[in-house]
């Protein structure tokens, strides 16, 4: 698996978009937005949050496994098994109970777009997370352009 360390030092490693709510609230745009796609037996990772150590972050993380890691396409998809998505408040992980992931990647492409919206619960408290992302890798050459 990708090491922390590595997540760290590309943290501003993708060019795009990438937002979300928290329980219907205010807009998030997280400042760092990362992209890792699958290699050498990896998973593809997409995260955006709103600092640079992952000590105290708040973002959304959306993991894809072995099986879906070179690429995903799908509508209404819910999180679990090959597809992880996980929020995060102040260093806190909330794990993802219900919900759907629509949008595609293509590992070759270096490109990704997604909608989510999932519970996200941490002991007793649960929170609906939702938004979507549209990222590219930098420094990819990739035939798909991204705005």
């Not at 937005?33 to 993380?61: A, L, P, W």
Request: some cysteine; proline content about 2%; hydrophobic content about 40%.
């Amino acid at each position: 698996m990708l090491d922390s360390q590595e997540i760290e030092k590309n943290l501003l490693n993708a060019q795009g978009k990438f937002e979300y709510t928290v329980d219907g609230g205010v807009v998030v745009i997280p400042v760092y937005k990362y992209t890792h796609f699958f290699q050498n037996r990896t998973y593809t990772v997409f995260i955006g949050r709103d600092t640079d150590s992952s000590v105290q972050q708040t973002g959304v993380h959306l993991l894809f496994t072995y099986d879906k890691s070179l690429e995903f396409w799908g509508g209404d998809v819910p999180p679990g098994g090959d597809l992880i998505a996980n929020f995060y408040n102040a260093g806190e992980v909330w794990g993802s109970q219900a919900g759907s992931i629509t949008g595609m990647f293509s590992a070759s492409q270096g490109a990704a777009f997604f909608q989510f919206d999932f519970t996200a619960q941490r002991n007793s408290q649960v929170k609906r997370i939702k938004g979507c992302l549209l990222l590219k890798e930098s420094n990819f050459s990739s035939l798909i352009d991204l705005v």
